[in-house]
């Protein structure tokens, strides 16, 4: 016994090794992107004004950016630092795939599980970026994993409602996409027990949603910034299918064939029992079916993000169809080719990033050695996200100005440094300069430059 444990244990250890790998192969992007750079900004507020920006402005909860105002006090301001969270948090989530997985379908399924763990593109992207989407995939499976002891094995033992009120709670709190799953619950929890037999489950489940009801409201109440979303279109069928391709990233020619292979031989074998995946199979779908409804009046759905909370069960579902197979030759030969899919994709994604020449903090140290203290720096919409975050880890103290003709008409000294991005506004403002000042000068990238919101810089000066 000791002995397959000891070998159980020695290949949960070197598959989780693989996925950190993985993890650490992969290029990180050379600087911030906005999202990151806007967490990150918000962080340097107080407490209250980080509240009352996210009730009022930014449309998230406030667990994921105190994290990142803990990590930044403790550990000081750099990328490194910020990204290591989702790394960590990639890390956590094999613990439930791998635990999750062994429940539902044995062993096999719990190694597989892990497998796409270590190899899921979707997964890997995420860990090297400070943002909350590695955190919300953890705490998505963690609570799935003590909601399946809640539904499923009627384990009520207090460490199971403990901690599936912890991470339900604290992913309520970390993205609204949170809701989602919690409704997803309550949905399979009426339909496996409409004759609710057991109230345990539903006041425990109510009182998670109870919890984050404080929130809710004040947020329903004070929200204001309703054009945040406004480059968010309204899904449509297309919108599901482009979110199915992250899912299997890289991987889908693959997943595909095997599944059915698998699905073939688990009905002529009659080991495939869907009783134990059609739930997670529900599950999945409802929380796809309620962001795509919810929509179509708020914009909350945009693929290749928030929909992360989904992988571990996808994940789980696959593995489960994938163990059907009981040969080992067969288990070994799609783990190497998952693995190998997914080394293809994170090379073509590091060939691309190895070939940038500049990003937004290349070109603000350009601006730096160009720029003196009496002169401006004049943004607008998103340039003025990472123009603030480095411009402050550069330590330039220039005055910034958000675009507005009247405040520049004011200003009889000094340059001024125009940073520019492609879209329908940097035409107008770019006119207006032309047509009242004097172009001296213009910081252009160097191509390829990392796709990010400051493509260039126009210094000009008054006639």
Not at 75 to 95: A, V
Not at 98 to 118: A, D, N, V
Not at 131 to 150: D, N
Not at 342 to 350: H, K
């Amino acid at each position: 016994m000791k002995k397959v444990l000891k070998s159980e244990y020695a290949w949960v250890m070197g598959i989780v090794l693989i996925g950190i790998s993985l993890s650490i192969f992969l290029s990180a992007y050379i600087s911030f992107w906005i999202d990151e750079s806007m967490v990150v900004n918000l962080s340097y507020e107080n407490n209250s004004t980080i509240i009352s920006e996210l009730l009022i402005k930014e449309a998230h909860p406030p667990i994921y950016y105190f994290l990142i105002k803990a990590i930044r006090i403790i550990f000081g301001d750099k990328e490194l630092y910020f990204r290591l969270i989702s790394f960590l948090f990639f890390g956590l989530i094999s613990i439930y795939v791998f635990l999750l997985g062994r429940e539902i379908g044995g062993k096999s399924t719990g190694f597989f599980s892990l497998i796409l763990w270590s190899s899921n593109y979707f997964l890997l992207f995420y860990s090297k970026q400070a943002r909350p989407y590695a955190m919300l995939a953890f705490l998505s499976v963690a609570s799935l994993y003590y909601f399946y002891h809640l539904l499923i094995l009627k384990d009520f033992r207090t460490k199971n409602i403990g901690f599936y009120l912890i991470f339900t709670i604290i992913g309520l709190y970390t993205n609204y996409w949170f809701v989602l799953i919690l409704l997803s619950q309550l949905i399979i929890l009426f339909i496996t027990d409409i004759k609710i037999e057991n109230r345990k489950i539903w006041l425990i489940l109510i009182s998670a949603g109870l919890s984050f009801l404080p929130w809710a409201i004040l947020y329903l109440i004070k929200f204001k910034n309703y054009s945040v979303g406004e480059f968010i279109s309204k899904p449509n069928l297309g919108t599901i299918w482009e979110s199915l391709v992250y899912f299997g990233w890289g991987q889908w020619w693959l997943i595909i064939p095997a599944s059915i292979c698998c699905i073939i031989y688990g009905t002529l074998k009659k080991n495939l029992d869907l009783n134990k995946i059609k739930w997670l199979i529900y599950y999945f779908f409802i929380v796809i079916g309620l962001a795509f409804l919810i929509s179509q009046f708020v914009p909350i759905y945009t693929p290749g993000r928030r929909e992360i909370v989904l992988v571990p069960i996808f994940i789980i579902t696959i593995s489960y169809i994938f163990s059907r197979i009981e040969d080992r030759w067969w288990q070994i030969s799609v783990s190497v080719l998952m693995i190998l899919f997914t080394y293809q994709t994170i090379l073509g994604f590091n060939a691309q990033a190895n070939a940038w020449q500049s990003s937004d903090i290349s070109l603000m140290q350009e601006v730096q050695t160009q720029a003196k203290k009496e002169d401006y720096f004049v943004v607008y919409k998103l340039t003025d996200v990472n123009v603030s975050y480095y411009g402050r880890r550069l330590r330039m103290n220039n005055n910034k100005i958000y675009f507005s003709t009247t405040t520049i008409s004011q200003i009889d000294h000094g340059k001024f440094f125009v940073f520019l991005t492609d879209d329908n506004v940097s035409s107008s403002v770019i006119k207006y300069f032309d047509s009242n000042m004097t172009r001296v000068g213009e910081i252009i990238p160097k191509q390829p430059h990392m796709p990010t919101w400051i493509n260039r810089v126009i210094i000009y000066e008054k006639s």
